[in-house]
């Protein structure tokens, strides 16, 4: 009665458009008020209790990393070198639009700020060479959706605070995901050139290739700093996130000269801005979770689906139905933090490892990012682009099938997930 109870109480919540962060809360507090023996002391030490998880100040840390890297300069530097590699192809430009968008996933770590940072400078330019509105639109909105697969991903690092996985291994496991999702986005902007014969750019000279580059390194080695920094055991990924606010700051302030020194106030209270609202959403998360818990409600979650005699293959497929219709309601970080505590105990006990569970997670959140009604790539988008949402939607709704294919791939074959860290001797 008191999950039925809860659950009813958040989607009421939820439909007449109460925050999330105030829908989780609400519905732990009645439910706790209503059935179960916990006073709302303990409620209020859960909630604190979440600015004492270690993992979680990597979230700040993150996000001053990725702001400093959007107001500066770092996009449009990866967006040269990217044209300069690959723009002389048949849709070139495009292509360099996703490349770019992998490069600035490195650095970022968020879906919005990259379609922002890359989009508001490629969007224009394809449009002018030639390419039509809808396809400039589709190619940005779903290239977006890589800042929460390629590491640093602020997604992985909520999951591995939340199920205590090691964050560093989620980060080494989205690599090839990462690279198979961006070379089969490549290729569909390959053989869509091909067809519609679009346009290519002047072949960068090789001196161009190599100044490109140059400019773009000084952003890129971030992700070369934190992967590095964390298997070579002198940082932990938590400590990772605190150098790379530091490392973002000198490039944009002192190497780039993008951002004065007397607006590092306002890059830093845009960063505050950010972290205060999602460490709100988390912190109500958590305080539902343990309402969950102390009810016993993923147990009998589990309890019931071991029951149905479902295979390993058969649960997954209900857990990505389950993830992919989240998604179309609520941002990643909410869908990950309400359903991460029911399906996790489940998963670990079918044997499914949890790097795995947690970069397939990650995909189905990417396909949510771009399908209505709350999908963000897409509003996103759609204010770059000044373009109607239905256009945007129209534009974006053919990538899926790229999306649902790699979605199959990671889902039943583990290996692309697990075969990185593997070789690296870290599971």
Known sequence: MSAIFLLIILFTCLAVGIPVAISLGLASISTILLFADQSLLSLAQRFFHTMQIYPLLAVPFFILAATFMTTGGVAKRMIDFANALVGHFRGGLAMAALLACAFFSAVSGSAPATVVAVGSVMIGGMINSGYSPRFASGVICNAGTLGILIPPSLVMVIYGAVTESSIGNLFIAGMLPGLILTLAMMGTVAF???????????????KELIRAGWEALWGLVLLLIILGGIYAGIFTP???????????????????????????????????????????????????????????????ASEWI???????????????????????????????LILTPIIFPIATQMGIDPIHLGVMMVLNMQIGLVTPPVGLNLFVTASVAKTPMEEVIRAAVPWLVVLFSVLIIVTYIPWVSLVVPTMLGVL
């Open 192 to 206: 869509i050139a091909r067809r519609q014969d679009l346009p290519r750019q002047p072949k960068a000279s090789f």
């Open 306 to 336: 071991i029951s149905l005699g479902l295979p390993p293959w058969g649960f997954l497929i209900v857990v990505n139905i389950l993830l992919l219709v989240f998604g179309n309601f609520m941002e990643p970080t909410s869908v990950v």
């Open 238 to 300: 938590t400590e990772a996130a605190a150098v790379s606010a530091v490392y973002a700051f000198l490039i944009a302030v002192f190497v780039y000269r993008d951002i004065r020194f007397k607006d590092v106030p306002k890059v830093l209270t845009e960063s505050a801005k950010t972290t205060a609202m999602l460490m709100f959403i988390i912190a109500n998360a958590y305080l539902f979770a343990f309402v969950l818990t102390t009810e016993q409600i993923p147990q009998a």
